[in-house]
């Protein structure tokens, strides 16, 4: 849940502040909105993950159904012809690298869960911190009024909340940091896996996985448009 505030600025005292003299309260406002909409989209973000995670460990049950089956055609093959047994085997050869390349699938959809879920973690705390700039804008505009009940207001207060809440966002930083890292190399090794399976499973798998866009700060789900698996290859 948001930031619950202990101690609001007082509302009657914040009428009495000119509409000239607001464009503080209302810049804080504007990136507290931000900050909502930016935390609405990362739970967005982790539920799709989720469903992703979902979808590929059904994928790994398909892919385990079928290794087997590739198994027991080879047994059936070595008694026919040594082309006929070549060809099976050359099927079960195929069938292990698509397992090896779900497993490596299913791990970083994992770390991708995880990731997602610091992500929304951090943005929570930022819309927090954004609450509490709020307050401290509103404090400061009150402070500044002609009015003795206006001098009881201490902005100091404030102040030490959004300290506080910085001191939040950065130790959320660093968690998404240190989970990031791992999930991108969870991902190198799924892309590694993905460009020596059949091409046939890449056509198969296309709707699997949803686009990845990467920037400085990680990488997002663009939305739920599916991409071919291992296209960069």
């Known amino acids: 849940m948001p930031w619950q505030r202990q101690r609001d600025v007082d509302r009657d005292l914040v009428a009495h502040v000119a509409d000239s003299d607001r464009s503080g309260i209302e810049e804080a406002r504007a990136a507290r909105n931000q900050a909502a909409d930016a935390w609405d989209a990362a739970k967005r973000n982790t539920e799709i993950a989720k469903d992703q995670l979902s979808l590929a460990r059904k994928e790994a049950d398909v892919a385990e159904a079928e290794l087997d089956m590739s198994l027991a055609a080879?047994?059936?093959?070595?008694?026919?012809?040594?082309?006929?047994?070549?060809?099976?085997?050359?099927?079960?050869?195929?069938?292990?690298?698509?397992?090896?390349?779900?497993?490596?699938?299913?791990?970083?959809?994992?770390?991708?869960?995880?990731?997602?879920?610091?992500?929304?973690?951090?943005?929570?705390?930022?819309?927090?911190?954004?609450?509490?700039?709020?307050?401290?804008?509103r404090?400061?505009?009150?402070?500044?009024?002609?009015?003795?009940e206006a001098k009881q207001v201490d902005v100091g207060d404030y102040?030490?909340?959004?300290?506080?809440?910085?001191?939040?966002v950065a130790m959320a930083e660093l968690e998404v940091d240190a989970v990031e890292r791992e999930a991108r190399l969870a991902h190198e090794k799924f892309e590694r896996a993905v460009g020596v399976v059949p091409a046939s499973y890449r056509t198969r798998s296309a709707n699997l996985d949803t686009e990845v866009?990467?920037?400085?700060?990680?990488?997002?789900?663009?939305?739920?448009?599916?991409?071919?698996?291992g296209s960069k290859n």
């Open 159 to 168: 102040e030490y909340a959004v300290r506080k809440h910085e001191k939040a």
């Open 74 to 137: 080879v047994k059936m093959a070595e008694k026919g012809t040594t082309e006929e047994l070549a060809k099976a085997k050359e099927a079960q050869h195929e069938h292990e690298l698509i397992e090896k390349c779900v497993e490596e699938r299913i791990e970083w959809r994992e770390l991708d869960v995880e990731r997602s879920k610091a992500r929304a973690e951090l943005s929570e705390r930022r819309l927090e911190l954004t609450e509490a700039q709020v307050e401290l804008a």
């Open 139 to 148: 404090a400061q505009a009150v402070r500044a009024l002609d009015r003795p």
């Open 213 to 229: 866009v990467y920037k400085d700060d990680g990488y997002e789900p663009a939305d739920r448009r599916a991409t071919t698996l």
